[in-house]
């Protein structure tokens, strides 16, 4: 593993349906952030945490839950998917805050139908 | 709350002729500035970033911004544009009172014509 790893790369699924999108760095980075991006709309923050053992919510976060019980890894469930929630999902990390740039993983496209 | 407006959606230049993608962001506080781009297909790169000191700030493959404070501003620039320059381009802000929250604007798609 080298940065930020996301899996799965796509993903069609039913509404209604439970999904984890998984999220794994190994950068030893404490901040980390959910975000989906939409044609229009650009990035919006669903979730993120500061440091393991905590999260805060974002911009959207309704119908979206995280955890972060280690440094490394910070899964996003979608504990009902509705169509609206199809959209690409950038995983993304930094060390800590200020003017540290964030790494972004390589995404997940999910459609939800 | 901080947020972050970019005025352009999409932008058509030709090869050669100067980009100047507009940022504006809200704040009260000190803040951090990023562009980030991403190319068709991959994930967000960053350009450049601003945190202090020079207000002009250079960023990889010839890009530069300017942060302007009494007009909230970032924009950014770059004089001759190439056709490996279409990508959608992201203005970002973190506020220093904000903890770790980092806010995109919504993205300006770029089209270079060869």
């Known amino acids: 593993i080298a940065g930020i790893t996301q899996a799965p790369t796509s993903q069609i699924l039913a509404a209604g349906r439970r999904m984890t999108l998984r999220c794994t760095q190994d950068?030893?980075?404490?901040?980390m952030y959910w975000y989906r991006q939409d044609l229009g709309l650009g990035l919006r923050l669903i979730h993120y945490s500061n440091t393991a053992g905590t999260t805060g919510k974002g911009e959207v976060p309704d119908g979206y839950s995280v955890s972060r019980a280690n440094t490394d890894d910070f899964p996003l469930t979608l504990a009902s998917a509705v169509p609206s929630q199809t959209s690409v999902y950038f995983c993304a990390s930094r060390p800590d805050r200020g003017a540290a740039e964030a790494f972004f993983g390589q995404g997940t496209r999910l459609t939800v139908v | 709350a901080q947020s972050v407006s970019q005025h352009n959606h999409h932008v058509i230049l030709s090869e050669a002729a100067s980009l100047e993608l507009g940022c504006n962001y809200s704040?009260?506080?000190?803040?951090?500035l990023f562009w980030y781009v991403q190319y068709p297909g991959q994930h967000l790169q960053l350009l450049l970033k601003?945190?202090?000191?020079?207000?002009l700030v250079k960023g990889i493959k010839g890009f530069e911004a300017e942060f302007i404070k009494s007009k909230f501003s970032f924009n950014l620039r770059k004089p001759s544009v190439q056709w490996s320059d279409t990508a959608e381009y992201f203005c970002a802000v973190n506020g220093n009172n904000a903890g770790n929250m980092l806010t995109f604007g919504g993205g300006t798609r770029l089209m270079v014509k060869p």
């Open positions: 704040y009260g506080g000190t803040v951090n």
């Open positions: 601003y945190f202090s000191g020079d207000p």
């Open positions: 950068m030893r980075h404490n901040a």
